[in-house]
């Protein structure tokens, strides 16, 4: 799906050498999404540090960068320094970086270990928010946006993370993280993402 939104410009001076002003409009084609979904707005998000807060509280200002992890095996272990990588590259620039762990807070502490304080870490045992981004695989990786659109990538593919990546870095106008990186894990399905 495209939309238009309309820019305005204003030019002074003329022919007749008398200033004034001139609007002109031109459609511009917005930027497309790599949407694959859309998220309820009453679905809840329940950080490790605060209570819940339904996600379209979380998205108010910025869109939400989601690493989505099993603490309860060693593929999503494998992936934990590769994303907390590329999410601290992400840190600065107008968006939450954030993990997602299917375990309660005290397992995604545990799991994390200081990566749980580095980032906002939310927790998902009953995989409620796992189900609502639709992923096969875990770890996955999904951006979240301002609309509530979403698109993720499941499994550690690193081409997939890359699509995700760039169009948040492009919307954001952010540089793009190099994915893979020499010392990444190769690529891997992953586990299954509800258990």
Known sequence: MSWHTQIEWRSFGGSDG?????????????????????LPEDL????????DYAVRDWLTSYPILLVSLD?????????????????????PANVRTAWLCTA?????????GPHAENFLTFSDPDRTVVKALGLD???SLSAIYPDLSFA????WDPTAW??????????????????????????????????
């Open 104 to 112: 309660d807070d005290d397992g995604c502490r545990q799991f994390l």
């Open 18 to 38: 008398l200033f004034g002003e001139k609007f002109v409009t031109a459609p511009v084609l917005a930027l497309p999404s790599p949407a694959v979904g859309y």
């Open 162 to 195: 890359r699509e995700v990546t760039a169009h948040l870095a492009k919307i954001l106008s952010w540089s793009r993280p190099i994915i893979p990186r020499p010392g990444d894990p190769l690529p891997f399905q992953g586990t299954p993402a509800l258990g």
């Open 71 to 91: 603490p309860y095996t060693h593929e999503s272990a494998w992936i934990i320094e590769t994303a907390a990588r590329f999410m601290d590259h992400f840190t």
């Open 137 to 139: 695989r875990l770890p």
């Open 152 to 155: 993720s990538a499941s499994g």
């Open 44 to 51: 809840l998000l329940h950080s490790i540090n605060g209570k």
